[in-house]
């Protein structure tokens, strides 16, 4: 199975962070697949406005490139991150506290509901129903 690397090259200031552990792929569609993905995390984290490329290479020969302007960040990666870290969150206090606190917010959420349906009948009742002749 070959062993690929993924170089990043800053074209405007010609540096280069060179890979040096990379990993084994099948074949080069699936090199350029992980080249893309990666582009595409460092123009999440908003690095796609310099000029920098993922350089591929196999065995000390370069197999492809995927350059930033090749790639549009992801706009849902933000909102998927954030729902894998509500799914995974794991209070730093003891999970019986964390338990009576959120059945506390969901009792207020209750409360407030209730209060919230009060203040609309009293409404209702003081205006009466609407009335079309």
């Known amino acids: ?3 690929y690397f993924f170089h990043l090259l800053d074209e405007d ?6 890979d040096s552990v ?3 792929l099948s074949d080069t569609d699936q090199a350029k697949k992980e080249a893309i993905g990666l582009a595409r995390d460092i123009a999440t984290h908003g690095l796609h406005g ?6 591929v290479t196999e065995a000390d020969a370069v197999v492809l490139t995927v350059s930033h302007s ?7 990666k933000p909102w998927l ?9 794991e209070p730093r206090f ?16 209750i409360v407030q509901a209730a209060v919230t349906t009060s203040v609309l009948r009293n409404k ?8 079309h002749e």
């Open 1 to 3: 199975m070959p062993h």
């Open 13 to 18: 200031n010609n540096n280069l962070v060179s």
């Open 22 to 24: 990379g990993c084994s």
């Open 50 to 55: 310099t000029g920098w490329q993922v350089i």
């Open 70 to 76: 090749d790639i549009r960040p992801r706009r849902m």
């Open 81 to 89: 991150d954030l729902a894998r870290r509500i799914a995974t969150y």
């Open 94 to 109: 003891r999970p019986h506290i964390f338990a009576w606190l959120l059945t506390a917010l969901v009792f207020a959420a």
């Open 124 to 131: 209702v009742q003081v205006t009466g129903p609407l009335h």
